[in-house]
């Protein structure tokens, strides 16, 4: 495992300048892995909190795991919410009302993901957006280190999992896996997605998916 202090650090939300540090705590929270709480000092005195997770490996050395803001509250990216052409509107338009819309042709009944203005089975243009149950199964993941947008500083890393649904005849649907810091995701595992609001109206929902405990 490569040590990322650097490139985490690098990446949380820490001002150039800096008076002072101190090392507030260090909890173990099992199989070989310690937090760290530093206090960081700006030169007005005001201050911020870090918190790092660290492995303990059999040679002695260590290795860091994630580095989060304290608070840790999710991230909202900007990028989120409907197309330029409305196509997916509906999609979000559900996420506000709290459901989870796709589309499913009224023809052939076929499921589709991403949106599309006619069927690709059977190019029917009558397609309907229908609630789906927000469960399924990890088809793919992969944990991601670098900050792709402003809005992942101080998040870092996290696991991007590409869902597939089988309610929706097997649809993939890419989502963010909630409490992923030390895990490391089972292909076929079963996930529920939990609807989010956003904090501001800026902001569209999304789903964070969440291990089933019986099966991750």
């Not at 790092?52 to 608070?71: A, C, H």
């Not at 793919?140 to 992942?152: A, I, N």
């Not at 109206?201 to 789903?207: A, E, F, K, T």
Request: hydrophobic residues 35%; neutral net charge.
């Amino acid at each position: 495992m490569p040590d990322r202090i650097g490139q985490l650090i690098a990446s949380a939300d820490v001002p150039t300048r800096l008076k002072g540090s101190e090392v507030r705590s260090i909890t173990e929270v099992g199989k070989s892995r310690y937090d760290a709480v530093i206090r960081y000092t700006r030169p007005d005195d005001t201050w911020f909190e870090l918190r790092s997770r660290w492995v303990l490996f059999g040679d002695g050395g260590w290795r860091v795991l994630s580095v989060r803001n304290i608070p840790d509250t999710p991230p909202w990216m900007d990028i989120t919410g409907p197309s330029p052409d409305g196509l997916d509107t509906p999609h979000w338009d559900g996420l506000r009302m709290g459901k989870l819309l796709l589309q499913k042709c009224h023809d052939c009944a076929e499921w589709i993901w991403s949106p599309r203005p006619i069927c690709p089975n059977c190019h029917s243009f009558e397609l309907r957006w229908r609630g789906v149950e927000p469960d399924g199964r990890i088809y793919s993941w992969t944990r991601t280190w670098q900050p792709f947008g402003p809005e992942s500083t101080g998040h870092l890393p996290y696991v991007v999992v590409l869902v597939e649904l089988p309610a929706a005849g097997g649809r993939r649907v890419v989502g963010v896996l909630a409490h992923a810091d030390g895990v490391t995701p089972v292909i076929g595992a079963r996930v529920r997605g939990h609807i989010e609001q956003p904090p501001d109206d800026r902001h569209w929902p999304l789903v964070r998916w969440h291990l089933d405990p019986e099966t991750s």
